[in-house]
């Protein structure tokens, strides 16, 4: 982790991924586009998957690396006095047994097995099943003292049009909310239905962020 100064005008955290992943996973955070030069410095050459807090830093990672993609997304938080509740469906929690296949629906570019499975048994996890089979899921990347960050919500084209993506958000959400924390996700500006999911049951758009691929040179 690299600062600009104390207390830090900007952060840029890079850990290393396990084989077979092969490319670093950054974060920066900066209050000014200088403060964010400043700690991209330290960034060593190769490829890297960097998420940006705020969008006005992309000139400054341009200036360190070049860009090969980039998905800007919507930050939401539920806030309890605006959550709507619309729960229809009965959910039970996901074993990591079932990583294998939540992975690869989840992102086929890597093989991320390992790290859905970490999340399946690190963070809450909730599914729908058909008998033994699961066929709707929604977990969590991130959980901090105050804040748990959704994601990998996905219904098995089979099952769509039931609501069930729905009551597995207010079923996720009323879990976070019972630990006494904020639940929170990210959206794709390009993934038009999750927005408008997203948008009817409450939660509150903060910023828009980005997620880049990109090789520092």
Same mark, same amino acid.
């Given at each position: 982790?690299? #600062? ?28 000014n586009?200088?403060?964010? $030069? %400043? #700690? ?8 890297s998957?960097?998420?940006?807090? $705020?969008?006005?830093?992309? $000139?400054? #990672?341009?200036?360190?690396?070049? &860009?090969?993609? &980039? ?12 959550? #709507? ?5 009965? %959910?039970?929690? %996901?074993?990591?047994? *079932?990583?294998?296949?939540?992975a690869?629906? *989840?992102?086929?570019? *890597?093989?991320? !097995?390992?790290?859905v499975? !970490? ?9 729908i ?7 709707? *899921? =929604?977990a !969590? ?7 748990? &960050? ?11 049009? @039931?609501? =069930? ?10 879990? &976070? ?9 990210h959206?794709?500006?390009?993934? !038009?239905?999750s927005?408008?999911l ?6 509150? @758009? ?7 691929? %990109?090789?520092f040179?």
């Amino acid at each position: 982790m690299y #600062v600009d100064g104390l207390p830090p005008r900007a952060v840029l955290s890079i850990s290393h991924a396990a084989p077979p992943i092969t490319f670093r996973f950054a974060g920066l955070v900066a209050a000014n586009p200088a403060s964010a $030069d %400043v #700690v991209l410095e330290a960034a060593k050459p190769g490829p890297s998957f960097v998420f940006l807090s $705020d969008l006005g830093h992309l $000139d400054a #990672v341009r200036r360190r690396a070049g &860009i090969e993609h &980039i998905r800007p997304a919507w930050l939401y938080r539920f806030d309890r006095d605006g959550f #709507v509740d619309v729960q229809r469906h009965e %959910v039970r929690p %996901v074993d990591p047994i *079932w990583a294998q296949k939540i992975a690869p629906l *989840w992102d086929s570019d *890597w093989d991320s !097995t390992n790290y859905v499975r !970490t999340r399946l048994e690190q963070g809450p996890a909730l599914g729908i099943y058909d008998g033994d089979e699961l066929v709707a *899921w =929604y977990a !969590t990347h991130l959980e901090t003292d105050r804040v748990v &960050i959704m994601g990998f919500l996905h219904v098995l084209d089979a099952y769509r049009g @039931r609501g =069930y993506a729905r009551s597995l958000s207010c079923a996720l959400a009323k879990e &976070i909310f019972r630990r006494g924390k904020i639940p929170a996700c990210h959206v794709y500006e390009d993934n !038009t239905p999750s927005l408008h999911l997203m948008d009817s049951l409450g939660l509150r @758009r903060v910023k828009r962020q980005a997620f880049a691929e %990109v090789t520092f040179r």
